[in-house]
């Protein structure tokens, strides 16, 4: 098993540019999450799907969009680039037997974004 | 509203000896979960620990041990002896029950051994 894949590892952009990065993983996961992590401010939560064609938004939500149209996928579209999405961005997934239980999450290796 | 906080920003000792990582959390809900992340230098995240809000046994595995204390909204991990290899930055999490898609991090603890 891979486990949770993100790419690319690194990626810079200007101001405005509009990119996705993806995240897939291969363990018949039904949650998936994306976080960002910021010097001092641990991990905070953008979007999660709880299962294909479901998602719901996190802490910090704004300027970012999410669809999962597979249980593999859960990409995450940044719209329109600013300085203050310079950031590390984690995907993660993770099982659960429905509401009987919160497993841990498996995290991917991470993108370094940086917005010029 | 959940919250973690890790009031401790960096941590420095020296290796064997003992640290403790402390970790309070706020949440209105009588269930839920709490985690415990290692971010190693290298940079990916790596689980440690997770306990369920009914389970308040002190867990040890290794060198690592972790005191969950209901009462005082706390769960604190405690390194034994400690090794260089542990210099990383350390999470706490907490989680909803049955809800696995939303963790609530800590700000972490960076945590430096010196030989």
């Known amino acids: 098993n891979a486990g949770v894949t993100q790419t690319p590892k690194f990626q810079v952009l200007k101001t405005g540019q509009s990119m996705t990065l993806q995240c897939a993983q291969d363990m018949n996961h039904e949650y998936m999450s994306w976080y960002r992590q910021d010097p001092g401010m641990g991990l905070r939560l953008i979007h999660y799907s709880v299962g294909a064609g479901i998602t719901d938004q996190g802490e910090v939500p704004n300027g970012y969009n999410v669809s999962r149209s597979t249980t593999e996928d859960f990409p995450l579209r940044l719209l329109s680039a600013a300085p203050s999405q310079t950031s590390v961005y984690f995907c993660?997934?993770?099982?659960?037997?429905?509401?009987?239980?919160?497993?841990?999450?498996?995290f991917g290796p991470g993108t370094r974004l940086t917005v010029t | 509203a959940q919250k973690v906080t890790q009031a401790q920003t960096e941590i420095s000792v020296v290796e064997k000896e003992d640290v403790t990582l402390d970790c309070v959390y706020e949440t209105r809900d009588t269930t839920y979960y709490l985690f415990w992340y290692k971010q190693p230098p290298s940079g990916e995240l790596v689980f440690l620990i997770r306990r369920n809000s009914f389970d308040e046994q002190n867990e040890i595995s290794g060198r690592y041990s972790w005191n969950f204390q209901k009462s005082t909204s706390s769960f604190n991990f405690t390194i034994t002896a400690s090794q260089v290899v542990d210099s990383a930055v350390y999470f706490c999490?907490?989680?909803?029950?049955?809800?696995?898609?939303?963790?609530?991090f800590g700000q972490g603890t960076t945590l430096q051994v010196k030989p």
């Open positions: 999490a907490l989680s909803e029950w049955g809800n696995t898609g939303k963790l609530i």
């Open positions: 993660a997934s993770s099982y659960s037997i429905t509401g009987a239980a919160t497993y841990e999450q498996y």
